[in-house]
Structure formats: structure tokens, C-alpha cells
């Protein structure tokens, strides 16, 4: 079983549906992440969470929010689609081990089209 | 603000040579970390190495190395013995600071193995 999990692995929506893509991991680290991937294009990322009570915003969280329901668990909501949110989008946790190195993990991704 | 570059829309290797993917940085931060990924045709996110900007050494792993040229600001990858399975996207990514919360991406270097 995958380490990092992400659910669903492919998703089809309307404009201005409500949609939630979940988060779910087994290598009991607190931090975890999610980044969107345009095509040709690096990650870039939407929040982040240090553990159930921190919640931050990363460089494009508009449109946006997330829900860190248990060390686990942190999922991504979009409250109301737009095409322009049409992605790849990846969960990824860590643990840091000291000074800077913090290594980043991720699942395998969930490519999220709107309509 | 960090920003990493690659320079290198594509590259070509014949099997069993080694190739160098180039990655340049820019962050007046004196603690970063430096990461290497791997992105597959099928879509997940590989790490493959970390480099931590007071390491004395050149991080190695197995067939990967990082040549960290500090004054240039530099972490080129070197894939030695190149395999066909080492076909895919890489991506050149940084921390700053010492929690190293957030991932700054390249846009990343196309590399093709040729049998």
C-alpha cells in the first residue's frame, strides 16, 4: 500500500460545483502539503499544515481552502470550480531530520479537470 | 524570494552514458536545501536526492549525484549509466530556512533515453 494517498485519482466537474480531494498517510508525519501542477509546468503550493492546529497558506491559495482532520488526513477543498482550477494536484508530507532538510513525499496525484 | 531555473527544455542520452541535468538557484537565505525529482510519464512525484546548503560534501545516491557548486549557485544532477527507465520529467526544487516549509519548483528538464 502507497504511503501517501490520494482519492480520487481522476476527477471530471462542473463550473461552480463544490468538490473535495482527500489526503490520507501512514508514515506519521506531521506536516503535509498540497501543490497543483499545470501542464509544463512546476508545482506550486496551495497550503500547508504542521500538524492538526496549523494551517497555512501557500504561494496560490485562492479559490482554495483545506481541512487537517487528524495527523493523517488533510484534505482540499475547491468551494466553487472554475476551468482555470483544471490541474494535477498532489498531497505530500515530511518529517524534517534537522537543519533545512525537511524531504517532501508525495502521493500519486489527482487530475482534476473542470468543465 | 527563492527561484530556481532549468535551462533545459529537453535532453537526449544514449543508454548506459551518463548525462547532467543543470539547475541553478537564486536565494540570499545561508540555509536551503536542495531536492531532485523524478516525474514519470505515469505522473507521481520521485524523490531522488537532497543536498543541504552547509553539506561539505556532493550528495550520492546510487546512480544519482548532486555537483554542488555553492559560488555558482549550481546543483546539477548527474545520472550515471543511464537506463531506458530513467526516461521521464526532473524537476530541481529548494527549501529556504531552517523549518524548510515550502518547495519552489523548476519547470524542469525532459530527459529521453535512447536504446
Known amino acids: 500500500d502507497a504511503d501517501v494517498t490520494q482519492t480520487p485519482r481522476n476527477r471530471i466537474t462542473k463550473t461552480g460545483k463544490r468538490i473535495m480531494l482527500e489526503c490520507s498517510q501512514t508514515?506519521?508525519?506531521?506536516?503535509m502539503y498540497w501543490y497543483r501542477q499545470d501542464p509544463g509546468l512546476g508545482l506550486r503550493l496551495i497550503y500547508y499544515?504542521?500538524?492538526?492546529?496549523?494551517?497555512n497558506k501557500g504561494e496560490i491559495s485562492d479559490g482554495y481552502s483545506v481541512s487537517r482532520q487528524a495527523q493523517a488526513k488533510f484534505s482540499l477543498s475547491l468551494e466553487s470550480a472554475i476551468p482555470n482550477q483544471t490541474a494535477l494536484y498532489f498531497c505530500?508530507?515530511?518529517?524534517?531530520?534537522?537543519?533545512?532538510?525537511?524531504?517532501?513525499?508525495f502521493g500519486a496525484g489527482t487530475r482534476l479537470s473542470v468543465l | 524570494a527563492q527561484k530556481i531555473t532549468q535551462t533545459q527544455p529537453g535532453m537526449f542520452v544514449q543508454e548506459k552514458e551518463a548525462v547532467t541535468l543543470d539547475c541553478t538557484y537564486d536565494?540570499?537565505?545561508?540555509?536551503?536545501?536542495l531536492f531532485w525529482y523524478k516525474q514519470p510519464s505515469s505522473g507521481e512525484m520521485i524523490f531522488l536526492i537532497y543536498?543541504?546548503?552547509?553539506?561539505?560534501q556532493n550528495a550520492t545516491e546510487g546512480r544519482y549525484s548532486l555537483n554542488f557548486q555553492k559560488a555558482r549557485k549550481s546543483a546539477n544532477l548527474v545520472i550515471s549509466a543511464s537506463q531506458l527507465g530513467d526516461s521521464a520529467m526532473y524537476f530541481c526544487?529548494?527549501?529556504?530556512?531552517?523549518?524548510?516549509?515550502?518547495?519552489?519548483f523548476g519547470e524542469g528538464t525532459q530527459l529521453t533515453v535512447n536504446p
Open positions: 505530500a508530507t515530511s518529517d524534517p531530520q534537522g537543519l533545512g532538510k525537511n524531504i517532501q513525499y
Open positions: 508514515k506519521g508525519h506531521d506536516r
Open positions: 499544515s504542521f500538524d492538526v492546529k496549523d494551517i
Open positions: 536565494t540570499s537565505d545561508p540555509s536551503y536545501g
Open positions: 543536498q543541504g546548503s552547509y553539506d561539505q
Open positions: 526544487a529548494m527549501t529556504i530556512g531552517t523549518s524548510g516549509s515550502r518547495l519552489t
